[in-house]
T-cell receptor
Framework: DAGITQSPRHKVTETGTPVTLRCHQT?????MYWYRQDPGHGLRLIHY???????DKGEVSDGYSVSRSKTEDFLLTLESATSSQTSVYFC??????????????FGAGSRLTVL | DAKTTQPPSMDCAEGRAANLPCNHS???????VYWYRQIHSQGPQYIIH???NNETNEMASLIITEDRKSSTLILPHATLRDTAVYYC?????????????FGKGTLLTVNP
């Protein structure tokens, strides 16, 4: 999907283990986002990045950390996974425009199950 | 960023126009209206966006009221493949704010 890939696509892990999801882009877009999606909640923003080493919290950031050491990669880490973090995680990228328009392109998603 | 209100679900007959409403009564003058859709289990897909004027592309038309407090996404000839959750969001990326949030959207079901 437009030069954005997520890995792994599926993961099953146990409570208390660390998990890292990777979002990789080949578009050289400045902005990157991590969302989670759960039944009844729609898409909720976890963290986003507006440049290398520049990140900020979203609506549901507790229990998650992110890192962006280079433009193309945005990592989402669950330091100690809990069952409430079972979800589908979507990464998105955006070029951003000074005019105010900001179109997101989403990845295919990563399904995480925490037992 | 302004919040939006959408009906949780709508039905439409195949071949008919689907008109999806969105209320954004607290929108500010420099906020854009965006529409995305998400087909089951896939990543959301951008459809269209606008600021003040009506917009049309190969997927849909966007009608924004003159006071900009509401908008309608129109799929002119809905097909079964248009069954999806449609999200309306308003956003202004002026300055350093790029925090884009989604609501729960409208589940559009296109029936044969």
């Amino acid at each position: 999907d437009a030069g954005i890939t997520q890995s792994p696509r599926h993961k099953v892990t146990e409570t208390g283990t660390p998990v890292t999801l990777r979002c990789h882009q080949t578009e050289n877009h400045r902005y990157m986002y991590w969302y989670r999606q759960d039944p009844g909640h729609g898409l909720r923003l976890i963290h986003y990045s507006y440049g290398v080493k520049d990140t900020d919290k979203g609506e549901v950031s507790d229990g998650y950390s992110v890192s962006r050491s280079k433009t193309e990669d945005f990592l989402l880490t669950l330091e100690s996974a809990t069952s409430s973090q079972t979800s589908v995680y979507f990464c998105a990228i955006s070029e951003g425009q000074a005019s105010g328009a900001n179109v997101l392109t989403f990845g295919a998603g990563s399904r995480l199950t925490v037992l | 960023d302004a919040k939006t209100t959408q009906p949780p679900s709508m039905d439409c007959a195949e071949g008919r126009a689907a008109n999806l409403p969105c209320n954004h009564s607290t929108i500010s003058g420099n906020e854009y209206v965006y529409w995305y859709r998400q087909i089951h289990s896939q990543g959301p897909q951008y459809i269209i966006h606008g600021l003040k004027n009506n917009e049309t592309n190969e997927m849909a038309s966007l009608i924004i009221t003159e006071d900009r407090k509401s908008s309608t996404l129109i799929l002119p000839h809905a097909t079964l493949r248009d069954t999806a959750v449609y999200y309306c969001i308003v956003f202004n990326s002026g300055g350093s704010n790029y925090k884009l949030t989604f609501g729960k959207g409208t589940l559009l079901t296109v029936n044969p």
